[in-house]
């Protein structure tokens, strides 16, 4: 019995570790985006909000399902793992905005857009990390 419950803490700890590593990788690659996408706007340079772009969406992707989210959040938040899957949808949502704007050659929407995007970032965070 005693290995059992080892075995499952065990696991229960890996899976939280895991967890943690995909929220770190993610959040890693969105903070790189909005970055790049920021210099690009600065600099009018589309190729760098092109990259930004897709690093924002493919750190949302890997951090996007609830249950995911909610392996994360401590026992107290579990219930804002909805919150932060909503904030998610709206994050790829308004990626796809931003990048229809930039073929467009829209270069204001576009930046409504990025400005979308990083109030939904600042939701979430404020949100769920109590800032």
Known sequence: MKIVKLLAVGLLSVSLANAQDVM???????????????????????????????????????F?????????????????????????KRIALDVNVLSLNLEEKAYIKASNAYSDILNACSS????VRNW
């Open 124 to 127: 979430c965070h404020a949100i």
């Open 64 to 88: 996007s399902k609830k249950e995911l989210i909610a392996q994360y959040l401590p026992a107290e938040k579990k219930h804002l793992a909805n919150h932060a899957s909503n904030v998610s």
């Open 24 to 62: 770190q990788k993610s959040m890693s690659m969105m903070e790189e985006g909005m970055t790049q996408i920021q210099q690009g706007f600065l600099n009018n340079n589309v190729k760098l909000i092109e990259n930004g772009a897709k690093l924002v969406n493919d750190g949302n992707a890997l």
